[in-house]
């Protein structure tokens, strides 16, 4: 496939960010873990408060306590008061202690704050943060990873931090998002998108540390929510779409120095590397990066994650072997990062299948003896449930033959595990009547069926199963929940004369895919007996389940729907017993807190650029002593936001980034509008997205009036860009499109 070369020219470095003097050569000394313990190196941390790279407003005095060094205990206890970590404590369960709300008073919950945020409402932004509070004050981030400091018990803002994220910034995959951040040691730890950690003052969200993490240059980029325990924050890079050699640090948290560094792919030599073709560079730029949160259980010591799909993501031919120790999931020492255990998914992936749900730990009583778990939920449909002290299966994973590739390299077996997958696995015939166009006469497969040059449409997308949104376990229900995606998926390889060459800093996917046309997308809400990893019981619903879920012991579950509603079922059986309608798609977790003796709901519903859901900046908390029953029921003065926000709502498109930046004619203004309202589907230049087809390859791009319908009124699950976008901007987009047809260059 031909590569429309686009020029951009990165008009100057962000400057404050310094350079991390370990990152030109990725340990290609060799070493799997780097240990920086004793080995004072300053020089990586530091901001300059004379060239500030971010802004902070402060809108009233911090009203809370100050976060202490936490103690283990307190950070593997239920959150009751507090919600301390993304997954809600150290294990990642989401379970909440909290009672008052139940299954039987659930029907009162009604409103009793909402802010709008102001931050991350363009298209390109996507609301997935899991929001932390802390004695009455909550952190929240959004798309656009401008944080805010917010008064838990009326919503109040207390000051926002706005980054400046480097200019140029290209290497997002998938949506510019990021999934929470974290607090500790009287700090806010943040993760940004161009691949710098930093410490905000937890009282006024001034920046004390910024540690750049790597080079987004590269495709490196953090999205998940850091994880502060035990002195350090921890991290993993994203950008397996890019050619990476991912890892998990930790960092000193009150200096941001690099205490390990532990890479998921081997070198060669190292444990491992038996499972790369000898020679390869597999091991540079061979993927595995770490999408969520991490998982501790300190008694243990051990820190859990699991690792992304091997790069480049759908070409196996040249690196036979299992590709350790991508699509995994790895235990490794918490305090100096050496490997304990590792568990591999899938051997070999072709298919993007990577674990990007987080971790959970558990323990739970089987056969009579108390048992230390390890949930990890997959994007092939199954739930991976392991003792977390060794790494063996808990309930037994079965290695069975699969159909083979020659060229693909296939690995001879999968690990199937025992139980029920929560999504289908397979593409029947009845499916095909059912759900496909008339004309289609494709080839159809399942889970692990291989693909060359002939497309193959199968099932479960690259999308999941299981994607980011975090699973919940109740330890009184002893059940897990998942939220999965069902969608139709065609993969083929590029043409032998095609192969995709690595290029530092391009995405490096090696195939063509494709969802595809006129199919239905579906989702599961799914609760599974963790002793039998059997499915209790299921909701289907008629859009992706693209939100993440709490648990609590009011024996409730709570998540988001792509429609705006923020949904309570019966934790036991399902039954669906509470709803209410938000103003964007609700696509980030719900979770639980208490204040004064009030259980509080909240969720932060801002739409999803790869769900392609309706956008919006507001969080919404609720109680049984709330007041209002809708959003329009609440004055329009009393929904809380920052001041300059209301200004900014009468222009259309606040956010100059929506405007060009290169300045010149329609097809580069377009260019950027493409950049920030349909790259993250459709991919970079119209090929190689996640969740739409290639649009160099379509035979639409010649024809305006058909682009130009297309982008109004969307189809399928693309969404209407009629009232996003105006005339002139889709024109503009349509112009930009036409110019990658492959006739021109
Ligand atoms: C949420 C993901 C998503 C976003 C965002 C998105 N699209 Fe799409 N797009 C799709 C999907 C899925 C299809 C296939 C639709 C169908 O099945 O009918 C599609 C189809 C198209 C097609 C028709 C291709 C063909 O050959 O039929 C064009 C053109 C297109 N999109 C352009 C755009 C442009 C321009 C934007 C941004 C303004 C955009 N899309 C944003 C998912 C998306």
């Known amino acids: 496939m031909k590569r429309w070369v686009m020029i951009f020219i990165v008009l100057f470095m962000v400057s404050g960010c310094q350079d991390n003097p370990d990152k030109d050569e990725p340990a290609e000394n060799g070493n799997q873990t780097e240990n920086n313990e004793n080995n004072a190196n300053t020089e990586q941390t530091g901001n300059k408060d004379n060239d500030k790279n971010y802004e902070t407003v402060q809108f009233k005095e911090y009203p809370g306590k100050i976060a202490p060094e936490f103690s283990a205990k307190e950070l593997t206890e239920p959150p009751s008061g507090n919600w301390l970590t993304n997954g809600g404590n150290l294990h990642n369960g989401r379970y909440s202690p909290l009672g008052k709300i139940t299954t039987e008073n659930v029907a009162d919950l009604k409103l009793e704050w909402v802010t709008s945020l102001g931050s991350g409402m363009e298209f390109k932004y996507s609301g997935e943060s899991t929001p932390i509070v802390y004695e009455g004050v909550m952190f929240n981030i959004t798309g656009a990873n401008e944080v805010s400091a917010i008064d838990a018990k009326t919503g109040e803002l207390i000051w926002q931090y706005k980054p400046k994220l480097a200019e140029g910034l290209d290497t997002v995959c998938c949506g510019w998002t990021s999934r929470g951040v974290a607090v500790g040691d009287g700090k806010v730890f943040v993760g940004l998108l161009d691949a710098r950690l930093v410490a905000l003052d937890q009282k006024t969200g001034e920046v004390l540390w910024e540690t750049q993490v790597d080079e987004w240059e590269k495709g490196y980029t953090i999205t998940s929510a850091p994880l502060y325990y035990n002195g350090k924050v921890y991290t993993g890079v994203a950008g397996g779409e890019f050619g990476i050699r991912g890892y998990m640090a930790a960092y000193d948290a009150k200096l941001g120095r690099q205490i390990w560094r532990t890479y998921t792919l081997p070198a060669p030599g190292d444990r491992g590397s038996e499972t790369w073709p000898k020679d390869s560079r597999g091991w540079l730029t061979g993927g595995a ?357 209301n200004e900014e709502n009468k222009e259309k498109h606040g956010d100059d980034e929506a405007k060009s930046e290169n300045g010149g004619g329609t097809v580069s203004t377009g260019a950027d509008i493409y950049k920030g309202n349909c790259l993250a589907c459709h991919g970079a230049e119209g090929a190689g997205g996640h969740n739409g087809p290639n649009l160099q390859d379509s035979k639409m791009i010649n024809d305006k009036k058909a682009l130009i319908e297309q982008i109004k009124n969307g189809s399928g699950t693309m969404p209407p860009f009629k009232d996003t976008l105006t005339e002139e901007e889709i024109n503009a987009v349509a112009e930009y499109l036409m110019s990658l047809s492959k006739g021109e260059e």
């Open 289 to 645: 990066p770490v999408w969520q949160t991490p998982a501790v259980d300190p008694e243990l010591g051990t820190i859990y994650f699991a690792t992304g799909n091997t790069a480049p993501d759908l070409d196996g031919s040249n690196r036979k072997g299992n590709n350790l120790y991508s699509d995994s999931v790895m235990a490794l020492d918490a305090d100096t990062g050496e490997y304990k255990w590792h568990f591999q998914e899938i051997h070999h992936d072709i298919w993007d299948l990577d674990p990007a749900n987080p971790v959970v730990l558990f323990d739970v009583k089987m056969d009579g003896k108390m048992r230390k778990g390890i949930a990890q939920a997959g994007k092939t449909g199954w739930v991976y449930i392991l003792d977390r002290t060794t790494g063996e299966p808990l309930i037994g994973i079965e290695e069975k033959p699969v159909p083979q590739s020659e060229k693909q390299k296939t690995s001879p077996t999968q690990p199937f595990p025992i139980g029920d997958a929560f999504v289908p696995q397979t593409v029947t015939k009845e499916d095909v009547k059912k759900d496909l166009p008339k004309d289609f006469n494709g080839k159809i497969g399942s889970i692990f069926t291989p693909f060359w040059d002939k497309p193959v449409t199968v099932k479960p997308s690259p999308q999941g199963g299981a994607n980011w949104p975090p699973s919940a376990y109740n330890p009184n229900t002893e059940m897990f929940y998942v939220l999965g995606n069902d969608n139709y998926f065609a993969y083929a390889h590029y043409g032998e004369e095609e192969q995709e060459k690595f290029e530092q800093g391009k995405e490096y996917i090696g195939s063509v895919w494709q969802p595809v046309k006129d199919s239905p997308s579906r989702g599961t809400v799914t609760a599974l007996d963790i002793k039998t990893n059997k499915i209790v019981w299921q909701k289907n619903w008629d859009t992706i389940a693209y939100s993440g879920i709490l648990t609590t012991k009011g024996n409730l579950i709570f998540t988001g729907h792509n429609d705006g509603r923020i949904i309570a079922y019966n934790a036991t059986n399902g039954k669906k017993v509470w709803e209410f309608k938000t103003d964007a798609g609700a696509n980030a977790p719900p979770i639980t807190y208490e204040i004064d003796g009030k259980q509080y709901i909240s969720i932060f519903s801002a739409g999803n650029t790869l769900a392609g859901t309706k956008h919006g900046d507001k969080i919404y908390t609720f109680s049984l002593e709330g007041e209002y029953s809708s959003l329009e029921d609440i004055p329009r003065d009393d929904i809380n936001a920052p001041p300059e926000k």
